[in-house]
């Protein structure tokens, strides 16, 4: 391998187009791998958005709609669920636990959960990861309110603070000034939409609209905080509710056993399904974003080929004198290719530099902002392939010069092309 | 080793031409040679204007380019006899060839593009051992400044200094034949003068072959045999005037 270190050295002497082209190729690199990190992170985070959760249950409409509006707290529910409904399927025997969820109003832009404590101790996420507090705890009084991390974070809320909740989700909603609530927890980031939410309990959503008839307020009946307290705030409708059971294999014959509910029509869905049909919308989006910065490294190595093409040309009296010397044509062919090589390893080198310099800078933003987790792990499995398709794209790329400066080495003899 | 000698490799000529016809890609002939021959240790001087079929006819005994008909033998070796390959190799091991200008790879410094010529002929390298210190006294012989030999840039040279360079490639590690294509055009009267003697007394002293070839034909005196290429070559080529 005499050749080596001529490649090499013919290198060094192009510096400046050499550096740009793995800067190119670098940034391609990083650019691709950053959103399959991204994309795959985005989709782990979405699949896991709820877990160790049986069944979602709300008025019928489409599983995707009552995924989006229970849980993700997008688009507003049909119709609701009696509460008679509610206390009968959670009295079943097959039923472990159920957690009612009363949504309509919202605080600043974010929306009000109205709910029971249990949706601390038995909501999932990720890894059956449960909801843990930052500061405080959970509502204990009527008029207590705990918050997501988001919440907290964009409104600069502290445990203790005083707020006061919106009629409705626009944002000319009314305020339920006369019945202030008092932060008295705070949830930690879970990336998943519990950050972007208010939970009070669904008493406290019966009270605030006690003095509410069809969205408006009832003049002349105002009723105060505290006269508010003695009236009888079991809630007759929720929106929907979720639910554990006692035993997996009976999650199907639960769900049909609700889909056919009698005293209402009701729907039944399995998250994990459910978040799997949403994805195949939503991934449509993130798999072209994948098509895209696949096509950058294309861009990337398509710029590498423009470089070493320019330069044979002039490199023609390089290969004439190579020649001379008794080299083969093929000898040009492995300078070139081999050139094109350490263009590609090189570059990819970089751009995993550029890519953990990014990750490490950038990680702690995502986690705070967006509750992604980013780590700084070695390349996986399907990466490395994508860095070995990149390298043999560069390889095979570097075979077009390659082969022009060997139908050139051929062609020109031992004469000098000035 | 050899797979055709026509003639005892040893006393066989340095270059022999035998019924050669030659043309490009099936036109009518360029070149056609009866007979044509430089015995060892010669200085010839081959005197062709530019389009008279030079640069083929160097294609031909560099072994890059192979005869419709007729044989190439250099040191009794019928070049058609061996593969591609193996004429490289050849050329690399007995043949060292000087251009006219830029003949020096400029990412390279002044003793790397000599001892380029041994990376390609093992042989080359085994007859000088240490092909640095070949290099640098070959360079010394042909009065390349020592201080620019120091220096690592090839690009700094003047015009005769990179020829002088080139010609200590060509003769590092003692090829037999040494071709050189209008070596001197590039330079002026008096250096043309001072190279070629450095040239001739490096050539004799390793008892290489020297073929010249140029349009210049006050060179011709210094030479031991001077020929046209016209009067060799039974095609007569039409010469811009």
Known sequence: MTLLPLALKSLANRRFTVALTLATIAISVALLLGVQRVHDEARRSFASTISGT??????????????????????????????????????????????????????RGFRVVGTTGEMFTHYRYGAKHALEFSAGAAFDDLYDA?????????????????????????????????????????????????????????????????????????????????????????????????????????????????????????????????????????????????????????????????????????????MAILRALGAHPRVMFGLLVFEAAVLTVCGIVLGLALLYAGLALGAGYAQAHYGLHVGLDFPGTRELILLGAVCGGGILAGCLPAWLAYRHALADGLSLRL | MTSAPVTSAAIAPAIRLHDLQFAWNKGSPLLDIADFQVRRSER???????????????????????PQQGQVEILGTDLAALGGTARDRFRADHIGIIFQ?????????????????????????????????????????????????????????????QQRVAAARALVGAPEILIADEPTSALDTDTRAAFLKLLFSECERAGTTLLFVSHDTSLAPLFTRTLALADINRVSVAVPA
């Open chain 2, 44 to 66: 010839l001087f081959l005197r062709g204007p530019s389009g008279s079929g030079k640069s083929t006819l160097l294609g031909l005994l560099g072994g890059v380019l192979v």
């Open chain 1, 146 to 318: 705990v918050v997501g991390a988001e919440v907290a974070d964009k409104l600069g809320y502290a445990v203790v603070q005083s707020i006061v909740l919106s009629h409705g989700t626009g944002a000319l909603a009314d305020e339920h000034a006369d019945k202030p609530f008092r932060i008295v927890g705070i949830l930690q980031p879970s990336g998943t939409p519990v950050d972007t939410s208010v939970f009070v309990s669904l008493a406290a959503i019966q009270a605030i609209h006690a003095d509410w008839q069809s969205g408006t307020h009832i003049p002349g009946q105002e009723i105060s905080a505290d006269a508010a307290r003695k009236l009888d705030l079991t809630p007759t409708t929720i929106t929907a509710f979720l639910l554990g059971l006692k035993s997996r294999p009976a999650v199907f014959g639960l769900q049909r056993q609700i889909d056919d509910y009698h005293a209402e029509p009701l729907l039944a869905i399995l998250p994990g399904i459910a978040l799997q049909q949403l994805w195949g919308l939503v991934g449509v989006a993130e798999n072209a974003l994948l098509i895209v910065s696949a096509l950058v490294v294309v861009a990337g190595l398509l710029g590498m080929l423009t470089a070493m093409i320019t330069t044979l040309n002039e490199r023609r009296r390089e």
């Open chain 2, 101 to 161: 200008q830029f003949n020096l790879l400029p990412f390279l410094n002044v003793i790397e593009n000599v001892t380029l010529a041994c990376r390609f002929s093992p042989r080359r390298t085994q007859q000088v051992g240490d092909p640095a210190a070949e290099a640098a006294r070959l360079l010394r012989s042909l009065d390349v400044d020592p201080q620019q030999l120091r220096q690592r840039s090839v690009r700094d040279l003047s015009v005769g200094q």
């Open chain 1, 54 to 107: 049986d069944l979602i249950v709300g008025a019928r409409s489409g599983p995707i709609n009552l995924l989006l509006y229970s849980i993700f707290h997008i688009g507003d529910a049909t119709n609701n669920v009696a509460w008679r409904s509610y206390l009968e399927i959670s009295a079943l025997p097959a039923v472990d636990w159920a957690v009612p969820i009363s949504l309509g109003d919202s605080h």
